[in-house]
């Protein structure tokens, strides 16, 4: 990839803000996606953190404010949408079949088929070759793509879904909070292969309330708070430490501090 192509500002979000009804759900909200970047958006419960999912993966769309994606001002009218423009969004529950094996959740909905009129089926071989080759392609290494997705660990789920957005050709990958219900070691595993969609170009989009976790792989940081930017930073710009000082409430944490020190 070349550095102009790096900086290639795949989705931009300007000024964005979103009310229902007298409810101020986002704010003047403005972000940067690029091609082989993490932008992480952080924030607790209520920042705003789904609203802003919604936006970019076409389920609502925007009051006020400018959407551009790659370069061309628009409004997403649906998922169909932000998907034929290469939006690719992976929520917590992932929308995986349990009982299915690893390899139909993989085409969930894109299923090749074979053969013509009555005689019309699908083309399980070549579902079973191209899941594996192409989680193999991510790094991987699943025992068997036959197995149920529901006997995976959470992590080894997400991986999937992530590897399953870029064979399909996305340009930008949303991840909802993708290591929350995660222990240390599945979260690891997790971030190892967004950090692999990244260096494969795409540009990521993700979500946390973890600041340890956005800092290892993150280029980008915006935090919200009651649906206002709370702060933006480059990699460059912010210390771990700092990052989490902001996310934890900066000066409302240091002034609740000083109450406590003189109860």
Known sequence: MTR???????????????HYGTVRALEGVSLEVRAG??????GDNGAGKSTLIKIIAGLHRHDDGVLRVEGEETRLTSPRDALDRGIATVYQDLAVV???????????????????????????????RTARAELLRMGIDLRDVDQPIGTLSGGERQCVAIARAVHFGAKVLVLDEPTAALGVKQSGVVLKYVAAARDQGLG???ITHNPHHAYLVGDRFVLLKRGTMAGSHTRDGITLDELTRQMAGGDELDDLRHELRET
């Open 204 to 206: 990521v989009v993700l």
């Open 37 to 42: 970047e993490i932008t992480c958006v952080l």
């Open 4 to 18: 102009t192509e790096a900086r290639t500002a795949l989705v931009e979000l300007s000024g964005v803000s979103k």
């Open 98 to 128: 349990g009982l299915m094996p690893v390899w139909r959740n993989f085409f969930l909905g894109s299923e090749p088929r074979r053969g013509t009129g009555p005689l019309k089926r699908l083309d399980v071989g070549l579902m079973r």
